[in-house]
């Protein structure tokens, strides 16, 4: 009797233990599918919130990169920009010395009879032709420049935004290329003339060819971003810094601003101050009736309210 009641002992454990097991085994099944279901609930709404997000709310993955791959990415650009400017320079490298006389133009038709340009330095003869060779292939590569900027900053714009920026960005190139039209046509042969015509009778103006070079740079450069005022007047006001009835409130400053602007960084004559700052003035103008045209404020809440009332 004992024997028999341990064997059947033994075979209820044995039983009992099977069960368990079993309920086990179907308690991680049920587990199981229970997570396999909330795994393709989360996977379908996740891909119904994509799909409800519009495409102009969607960045481009290059939003996503870390700084390093970011940093890379710059590097690649400025390879490009810097190779295209070597491409252009070896181009333009053999005609240096004559895009340097064409430079040397306006001063040489101002000076005396008996007057010449001089190089003080050794190294002057070459390396002022070279120096202006630099700038003209940076100057004619200024398009594919612009262009690799965009190329760098585009995949972080919004489809609107990008609108407005491509607009911008050809317009910035024209009116850079203006301002230094502008400055050698016009500016610096009244200048060079003013300042011709008050040296003294017992001095021979004999200008250095270096001097030259960075006066002529200067000044184109001021004059290629100052054409640039109706751009920044634009993006100022699309941006919300500030707006057209405050520009307009403030005509007078600005005006005064100009003209302080053109006195710091032209030669310390009135000539050229005033053809800095007359179209400076003229530009911000421009830029303020392209906003009028382009922008549509709407009227204030007190005004709005008055009408109504």
Known sequence: MPLFKRKKSRQEKIAV???TDQDVIDQETIDQDAF?????NQDATATNTTQDKKP???LSPLADMPITEH??????????ICVAVLIIFLGLVGYSRE???????????????????IATDITSNFMAPIRLTVFVAAFLAMPYILYQIWSFVAPGLYKKEKKIAIPVLLSSILLFYAGVAFSYFIVLKGVLKF????APQNVLPMTDIDSYLSFALKLFMVFGLTFEIPVVTLLLILAGIVSIQSLEEKRRYIIVGCFAVAAVVT????????????PMWLLFELGLFLAKILIKEEP???LVSTDKE
């Open 71 to 80: 940093l890379i990415e710059l590097r690649r650009h400025l390879i490009k």
């Open 267 to 278: 030669p310390p004559d009135g000539v050229s101050m005033l053809m800095l700052a007359i």
């Open 56 to 58: 102009e709310d969607v």
């Open 300 to 302: 204030s809440p007190t």
């Open 195 to 198: 300042f011709i015509m008050f």
């Open 17 to 19: 233990s099977a069960i």
């Open 36 to 40: 396999n279901k909330d795994t393709l």
């Open 99 to 117: 895009l340097y006389n064409l430079l040397s133009d306006p001063l040489v038709a101002q000076l005396p009879a008996n007057s010449t340009m």
